[in-house]
């Protein structure tokens, strides 16, 4: 399996890992109170939502998909930024200049926070989703959704 700092890749488990995913959950699911047991029987507590997390790593992997976990305080090149967010560089940098999304200079370079990305696609999705919801609400008023439509 191959596991670098902060990724790691599926595709590298073998079957018989596959298999031994399998069993922690089913294992972890039957346990009343969600603990880490080392081989020697040393029992360490899990918080639920530490609990809920790992859970969550393992379904990823078991569906064979890759998890990145990284810290709020990661910083990220403008490349970076952009291609996690979907967008262009140029874009972005508009976006960073307008004052949309933080960011902070390593000598010349802008570089931004994860933390930061996140917040601004979590406000960037609420605003489509609201923008769609009123859209939505217009077309109803117009009778132009599929339940008052008759045709042209």
């Known amino acids: 399996m191959k596991l670098t700092q902060n990724r790691l890749d599926p595709s590298e488990l073998t079957p018989e890992d596959f ?12 346990e009343r109170r969600p603990a ?4 020697s029987g040393e029992r360490l507590d899990l918080p639920q939502p530490v609990f809920e997390m790992l859970i969550h790593v393992l379904r990823a992997i078991k569906e064979r998909r890759a998890v990145v976990m990284l810290p709020e305080d990661e910083a990220f090149t403008t490349q970076s930024a952009a291609d996690y967010l979907g967008m262009s560089r140029p874009f972005l940098i508009g976006l960073l200049e307008k004052g949309e999304i933080p960011f ?8 931004v926070l994860f933390r930061d990305l996140t917040n601004y696609e979590n ?7 609201e923008g ?8 109803q008023e117009a009778g132009l959704d599929d339940a008052n439509y008759t045709g042209a």
């Open 19 to 30: 298999k031994e995913v399998e069993r922690l959950l089913a294992e972890v699911f039957g």
């Open 36 to 39: 880490l047991v080392s081989a």
């Open 104 to 111: 902070h200079y390593v000598g010349s370079h802008r570089r």
């Open 123 to 129: 406000k960037r999705d609420a605003a489509r989703r």
């Open 132 to 139: 769609m919801g009123r859209l939505f609400q217009k077309v």
